[in-house]
């Protein structure tokens, strides 16, 4: 089978061949899978009590790049391109720890799929910020899906999340002034 390999001016040439080549077209939209997917993760509570955040940019994600296994074929800027699949139930029993991250970001966080290969969980926040958790870090993929997309296909490497990088959680309001 043939497939276009001209760009569309969302993504770069190689990032837009691996998910054409995986299955997504300019305007993919599969909301009732997003949905499916929303209402198991709203129902999951873990033997702990722990729940998970379900959110638009979350949602919006799973409509457009949900199901995907995204194989890249070329090499890697800094590091090997990532082998992933999109699909949220990779983290159904991970919402302590995506729960954790988010507390540590000062937002919350929702599963988006994972690299088999490398047993890395992919997430994504309130802000629509995607991360990778791993057992070496946790990694930050980009501000957007796709620039989250563009770094796991290109081999760019991530920066990993650090006291250094995670952002301090919004300050407090200024108490009211005090009346008599």
Same mark, same amino acid.
């Given at each position: 089978?043939?497939?276009? +390999? @001209?760009? =569309? =001016?969302?993504?770069?040439?190689?990032?837009?061949? $691996?998910?054409?080549?995986?299955?997504?077209?300019? #305007?993919?939209?599969?909301?009732?899978? $997003?949905?499916?997917? $929303?209402?198991?993760?709203?129902?999951?509570?873990?033997?702990?009590?722990?729940?998970? $955040? *379900?959110?638009?940019?979350? *949602?919006?994600?799973?409509?457009?790049?949900?199901?995907?296994?995204?194989?890249?074929? &070329?090499? #890697? +800027?800094?590091?090997?391109?990532?082998?992933?699949?999109?699909?949220?139930?990779?983290?159904?029993?991970?919402?302590? @720890?995506?729960?954790?991250? &988010? +507390?540590?970001?000062?937002?919350? *966080?929702?599963?988006?799929?994972?690299?088999?290969?490398?047993?890395?969980?992919?997430?994504?926040?309130?802000? &629509?910020? *995607?991360?990778?958790?791993?057992?070496?870090?946790?990694?930050?993929? #980009?501000?957007?899906?796709?620039?989250?997309?563009?770094?796991?296909?290109?081999?760019?490497?991530?920066? +990993?999340? @650090?006291?250094?990088?995670?952002?301090?959680?919004?300050?407090?309001?200024?108490?009211?002034?005090? @009346?008599?």
């Amino acid at each position: 089978m043939h497939t276009d +390999r @001209t760009s =569309t =001016t969302r993504f770069p040439v190689p990032v837009d061949a $691996a998910l054409r080549d995986a299955g997504w077209t300019p #305007g993919r939209w599969d909301i009732k899978q $997003a949905e499916i997917w $929303a209402d198991a993760l709203r129902e999951h509570t873990s033997p702990a009590g722990h729940r998970h $955040a *379900v959110f638009p940019a979350a *949602v919006e994600a799973w409509a457009e790049f949900g199901a995907l296994h995204i194989s890249p074929t &070329g090499p #890697g +800027r800094r590091i090997a391109p990532a082998v992933f699949h999109l699909d949220p139930i990779h983290g159904l029993h991970l919402a302590r @720890t995506l729960g954790d991250l &988010g +507390r540590a970001l000062g937002t919350e *966080v929702s599963p988006l799929g994972a690299e088999p290969h490398t047993q890395s969980l992919l997430a994504i926040d309130l802000e &629509g910020r *995607v991360y990778a958790l791993d057992h070496t870090g946790d990694w930050y993929l #980009g501000p957007d899906m796709d620039r989250a997309l563009t770094t796991l296909v290109s081999g760019t490497e991530p920066e +990993r999340l @650090t006291t250094a990088t995670t952002p301090a959680p919004a300050p407090a309001p200024a108490p009211a002034p005090a @009346t008599d």
